[in-house]
Each structure stands twice: as structure tokens, then as C-alpha cells.
């Protein structure tokens, strides 16, 4: 699942495969940019963004990708073949005279000047692994809405870019939270080390082809689609419920026995809240 970690990973390997060449093919499969041709071009730096991933190329444009569920860039060495699906799901071939990289499946894909680039990001919090990193202000960000549950405030990109669902559900985890809880009543000393709790996790796995927030190999993640077996801590079987306004599924883990905060009773809607106690 895409989340900053993986991003940083995408961003990473277009970085090493295209930058400081010359595009020799170019092909925008989105009706506004079919037309658009990038030929003839350097391309100077592919950047992550939180989730977004910013192809910057001569010329003052940037090409913003956003791989949401299942999108993927894979990149082909000249003459291998093709494996990221179908080619009715690609959008976007951007090749050099030795690689080819291959947009799949990209629920966005625009093409900006690069002076506009705030038109794609400029929402975005702080970036857990970015530059711009501020863990007080990733911190000031999620406490400004002290009713909201902690869950979905971890996924509201304006507060913090990076975490997707696997990272909400094992960071309440590690907090001792349910994602139910709301943010405001999140003891204070352990929402003063979330923002570094969260760097450090996905630090940790930027790197790593198996994400793993437990450091126990085979074992990679504490509730994370786990449900319903046994918690690693306590034993207790671990749940899953969606949680959010039902726009989209968001299947969110936790542990009863190791977690507190309000949770949704088991086969009642995700909406009806009960309390759990460590």
C-alpha cells in the first residue's frame, strides 16, 4: 500500500534511473496532455512530497503523480518486458536512452509548471521525511481539532504528509490509542512523541523492501492486517473496523486489550463507539 515510505522508495529509483538524462520518448496517456511532448528534455530531479511524487524537467514543468491505491511507476532497463499489468493501465512512458519508466494505474497525473507546484502541494503538512520537516508544527496541526479521532487526523494529509492506513493503525497502537480516540485526549506526553514516533517509522522502512514496525522478522506488523488473530503483546484477538465517512474503505486495526479509547461495538456500525481499557 502506498504510503511515504513507499513514495520515497518510487522517487528514489525514477530519481536514479532518469535524472540528468535526456528524454527520447515521452507518452501522456490523459486526454488533456496526450498531445504534450517532453522529447528533448532533461529531466533534473524526481522529489517526493508526502504521497505525491514531483517529476521535475527542463523547460520549468513538473510532471505530479499521485499512486493513491494501486498506482505504481516501474522502470525497464531497454528491451525488457513490460510486467507493472495491462497496458490499457498505463499512463505515462517516460523514457532515456537506456531506461523506461512506466506509469500504471496513476489516479492522477498532471503536468504544471514548476513555479505552480503549490497548486499540487501547497496543502501538504509538514513531510515525515522531507526537509520541510517540523515535528512541533506536525504536532500543533493535529491538536487544533481536539475532537477529531485520532485516526483520522493522522490521515489528513494537511497535518502531516505520509501516514496512510497501515501507519495510523500501528502508530494508535504503539500510542496505547484506539483511532477512535479523539486527539485532544490523548495523554500529552504521549502525544508530544507521536511526531517523532512517526518519523522514526518510516524512516525505518524507507529503505526496507517488507515495511516492518516491530523489528521482529516474520512479524512485520503489529495489527495491520491481523485481525482476527491473536495480539503480539497481549494475545487478544485484534479487530478491524472501517472508519471514516464511508467515501472510501478504510479498514482500521487495533487491539481491545492493549488499546483505549472509544472503538465500534462488534457487528454494530463503525459510527457506534464503545469504550475500551488496557
Request: aromatic letters at 6%; a positive charge.
Amino acid at each position: 500500500m502506498p504510503e511515504g515510505d513507499t513514495v520515497w522508495q518510487a522517487a528514489s529509483r525514477l530519481h536514479g534511473a532518469l535524472a540528468g538524462k535526456v528524454l527520447t520518448l515521452s507518452d501522456l496517456r490523459v486526454p488533456k496532455y496526450a498531445t504534450a511532448d517532453l522529447t528533448g528534455r532533461t529531466v533534473l530531479d524526481v522529489t517526493p512530497r508526502g504521497k505525491h511524487l514531483l517529476t521535475r524537467i527542463e523547460g520549468g514543468l513538473t510532471l505530479h503523480s499521485h499512486l493513491r491505491m494501486d498506482g505504481s511507476w516501474k522502470v525497464y532497463a531497454t528491451g525488457q518486458r513490460w510486467t507493472g499489468g495491462p497496458a490499457h493501465q498505463i499512463r505515462a512512458i517516460l523514457g532515456t536512452a537506456d531506461r523506461t519508466a512506466v506509469g500504471y494505474r496513476l489516479p492522477v497525473l498532471e503536468l504544471l509548471r514548476t513555479a505552480d507546484e503549490h497548486r499540487a502541494v501547497g496543502h501538504l503538512g509538514p513531510d515525515l521525511l522531507g526537509p520541510d520537516w517540523d515535528p512541533d508544527q506536525a504536532l500543533a496541526n493535529l491538536l487544533a481539532d481536539p475532537t477529531r479521532p485520532l485516526g483520522e487526523a493522522l490521515l489528513d494529509q494537511r497535518n502531516l504528509a505520509g501516514i496512510g492506513n497501515v501507519y495510523k493503525s500501528e502508530l494508535c497502537f504503539l500510542l496505547g490509542a484506539t483511532p477512535w480516540l479523539p486527539v485532544g485526549a490523548l495523554p500529552a506526553e504521549r502525544a508530544a512523541r507521536l511526531p517523532a514516533l512517526a518519523k522514526r517509522l518510516l524512516e525505518a522502512n524507507r529503505d526496507r523492501l517488507v515495511r516492518s514496525t516491530t523489528g521482529s522478522r516474520g512479524q512485520d506488523l503489529f495489527v495491520y492486517g491481523r485481525a482476527p488473530r491473536p495480539c503480539l503483546r497481549c494475545r487478544t484477538p485484534v479487530r478491524v473496523a472501517d472508519q471514516g465517512d464511508g467515501s472510501r474503505e478504510r479498514p482500521t486495526y487495533w487491539c481491545p486489550g492493549c488499546q483505549s479509547g472509544p472503538a465500534p461495538v462488534p457487528n454494530a456500525s463503525r459510527r457506534t463507539p464503545r469504550r475500551t481499557t488496557h
